[in-house]
Structure formats: structure tokens, C-alpha cells
């Protein structure tokens, strides 16, 4: 494999999406809905694409849902709701896959989940899952979960793709929701340019980018909110493959904690 | 034009880079060499593309470049830069060019610029530019450039096209960095979900997408650090053009200070 540099003069990068036909339930293959799925768009994986998949149908798949009505909120997540007209039982559940609160404020509550990321309540959701009886949660594991699927398709096609899992988080100073990869699989999430040098000789001294946050947005483009299109093949773009020296996986994107500044 | 719902049922989206040859220096017309350059490409621009710009061309075309040997860093600039092996006249220019410092720790310095953009430094860059003798800004205004680049090419094609500006910015809580929209003309920059329904019904309550940075980050991977390809067009995107009831630019995309919770 080339250097980054070279990797980056590439061609055409293109974000192809997957529409899938109904809902995607408990128990259920997902990579065999996905594959199903394109099959009937006359779609054909290749080696060397990434699959993104919102983790929405990932949690699903994987029983990551809760009925609403055997959550029983606690009386400061049921004040706090009752405060900003907010379902009680959200805000609990959202208490509940926390490990730490980092800001209370507004009617908005910012959390670091179990995994370590930092998100709206969680990352539990009500939308798009069934009119508000269910919620959803990030999967228990995402880096997992996408190693899972990258297997699944591995062993089916007998070839190498890598695989994102996305969700939609805010963040500070910016308005508007992007989407950032919370699962990683086949590939390096990030690209570390550091002690490269620019055409100048310029050493670049703090480049580090995160290419698989950026490859979830650029999914984010033809994965809607609201359209059947919980996944996209993203073709041309050449990444960097998977080493076993670590330091990998979607966990590789959460900054430690004591590096963080806002925290 | 349809509502957002539809526009993301739609197909492709493709991310063509724009290579440019030699540098873009102080007063040359950017909409020139980028239109020389997707010519030898073989590109041809159409109605409704989105082309984004890594703002350092933009930059150096106005002249927001400053000679570091021009820089007289402060005792604080000094002070600050010698205790962390810094270039005490990129500190001093990043200091300038903010109106507030947001954190300063660990040799990092995160500010809030003059046009209210939260970045590192300022923006204040000394890569791909000329080996360290000069720095470059963010553009003045980069709402404007965009849409005096937009107009340009408008003129000169006769189609509607958008323009995005991007820079790389750090994000609290994740590693690396992504392309962020620093400036937008021609279309809305958010997308707004809210009051919508899903197709249970339910109605999505904080589901705001900041398109503009999703299309940022989606460029950032055709568009490299080191690789002279500064710009590309984004095709198959159906953004929601500009409308005049305000709230558009890349200023849109700044939360008010007011709304956030973390400065």
C-alpha cells in the first residue's frame, strides 16, 4: 500500500445508497437484508468499499430497543421532563446508559454514554423506530457490531469492505446535527499525517483527520432521516486497511479524557 | 422543488476532485483557475453541482496571507509559545486574529474568531503555504468570498451552482479533524427536519442537519492536505437552494453563543 499522500490523489469518490423495503427486526440478518437489498438495486459490492449502515437498523437487529412503558423515570428524571415538557421516561433512559453527565441545561442533556461518547441523552432515540412505544439505544458494542457484519459479508462474498455504523450527534459551537461513525471495522478511522511534509517541506505538525467521521457524513448525504435508506456503499475513496498494532475501531475516535479540554 | 423528504430518497452522489496546478497567489481570480482547471480535466460544471473550496486558496487569492517576520509576538505570545515549542509569532497572529480565548491549555489554544467560528488558533495556518515564512488567515469574510465565487462562475456558465468554503477544525470529545463550512452561498446550510414525521408517525423533534458540514467533510476526503487538490464538485446532491427569508451562510451554521453550553 502507497502513502497516504498518494492515496489521497485518487479519482471519484462515490455514495451510493441502499434503500431497504420494511422494517428491520429483532433477530433478523442484517446483513442479509442488506444484501437483498442490493441485489433488487442491481448493486454488486466490490473490494475495497465501505459500507455504511446507520446503527438504527444495527440496534434494532440486535434487540437494542426498549418498550417505553416498563421504564419507571425516577423523580429527577420526571421533574427534569416535566420541566421541559420532555418524555420522563426518555430522560430516564438516557440517565440509565450514562456513565456521566457533562451538561444538564436548557431542556438539554448531554451525557458520556457507557462506550465514551459524548451525545444528546445517550443516544437514545425515539424517532423512526415505532410512533413512540419503543426507543432505541446505541448498540452495546458498535466496533462489534461492525466487525460482525464485516464478517458476515466477508465470508458470503468473499471480499474485503470496511464497515462504519453511524449515529447523528450534535456539538458544541455549531448548530445542526453531522453524523460521526460509533462503530469501525476494516479499516483505520483515522488518518495521521503528522511528520509528513507539504510540497513547501512544511512539517505538518497537528493533522490528524478523522476520515471515518468523515465518511459517516458524507453518508449522512443519501442516508435520510426520514427515507427507507439506512445504509450507502461509498466507492473510490482509498482507505487505509486495518493493521493488528491497535488502536482501532470506532473507539479509536473518542478522545481520552484527560486530553480533552471541554470535559 | 419538493420537500426534504424526497430530495433523500434520491440516488448517487458523486465527489469529483478538482486538481489545480502550481499555486494560487494574491489577486489571481480564483473562479479562473478553477474553471482552467476542471477544462483539463475534461469536467464540465452543471446546474445544480455544489463545488467546495478548502479555504486556504480562497485565502491567498484575497492576500489573508501575513509575513511572519512582519509578527512582534507579545511577552504572553512568547511566553506561552516557548513553553510548548511553538512559533511565538503564529501564537501572537492567532491572539489577533480572535475576539475571545475559549481554552488555553496544554499548548493547545482554541479562540473565538472575529467572525464567531470556534477553531484552534484562529484558524492561523502555516502549512501549504510557503515552508513557514508566511501564515495564512481565514478569509475576511467567507459567507462573501463564497458568494462572490458563486457569482463568478454564474456569470460565466450561466447555471446555478453552490459554493461551500471549508477549513479542518478539532471537535471536543473526538479525535482528529474534519472539514468544516466556513462559508456557503446558494444553498441553505441546514436542513430542518423538525415537525416533520417518520413513517410511524412520530414527529422528529431536534432534527436539524447541518448539510453544509456533511458536504465539507465529504470533500475533505477527495480534497488532501498535501495533494494539490484544493477544491471538487459534489454532484447528486438535491440541497435546498437559497431563499431570501435570511438565516443562510456559513454564519447560519454558528450556534449563538447565547445556546451554547459549552463557552
Not at 441485489?39 to 454488486?44: E, F, I, M, P
Not at 431542556?107 to 461518547?117: C, P
Amino acid at each position: 500500500m502507497g502513502s497516504p499522500v498518494s492515496k489521497r490523489e485518487a479519482g471519484e469518490v462515490r455514495i451510493i445508497p441502499i434503500a431497504v423495503k420494511g422494517e428491520i427486526h429483532l433477530g433478523q440478518s442484517l446483513s442479509a437484508r442488506l444484501l437483498a437489498a442490493t441485489r433488487s438495486l442491481g448493486l454488486r459490492f466490490r473490494d475495497g468499499d465501505i459500507l455504511v449502515v446507520k446503527h438504527k437498523v444495527v440496534s434494532k437487529a440486535e434487540g437494542a430497543i426498549v418498550a417505553l412503558d416498563e421504564i419507571r423515570p425516577s423523580k429527577v428524571s420526571e421533574s427534569w421532563a416535566a420541566r421541559y415538557g420532555l418524555d420522563a421516561r426518555v430522560s430516564e433512559l438516557a440517565m440509565r446508559e450514562s456513565r456521566r453527565v457533562v451538561r444538564q441545561k436548557h431542556g438539554v442533556l448531554i451525557t458520556e454514554t457507557r462506550h465514551g461518547f459524548v451525545c444528546a441523552n445517550s443516544g437514545v432515540d425515539v424517532s423512526n423506530v415505532d410512533g413512540g412505544k419503543h426507543a432505541v439505544l446505541l448498540p452495546a458494542n458498535s466496533d462489534d457490531s461492525a466487525t460482525r457484519l464485516r464478517q458476515a459479508l466477508k465470508k458470503q462474498l468473499e471480499i474485503e469492505i470496511a464497515v462504519i455504523i453511524t449515529d447523528s450527534f450534535g456539538r458544541p459551537w455549531r448548530e445542526g446535527l453531522t453524523e460521526v461513525a460509533i462503530g469501525v471495522a476494516g479499516m483505520q478511522p483515522l488518518l495521521d499525517y503528522r511528520g509528513l511534509r507539504d510540497r513547501h517541506g512544511y512539517s505538518l505538525h497537528a493533522s490528524v483527520e478523522a476520515v471515518a467521521d468523515e465518511l459517516a457524513c458524507a453518508a449522512g448525504l443519501v442516508c435520510g432521516k426520514l427515507a427507507g435508506t439506512p445504509a450507502c456503499i461509498i466507492r473510490g475513496y482509498s482507505y487505509t486497511r486495518e493493521n493488528r498494532r491497535g488502536n482501532s475501531g470506532g473507539r479509536a475516535l473518542i478522545r481520552p479524557a484527560k486530553n480533552d479540554l471541554f470535559r
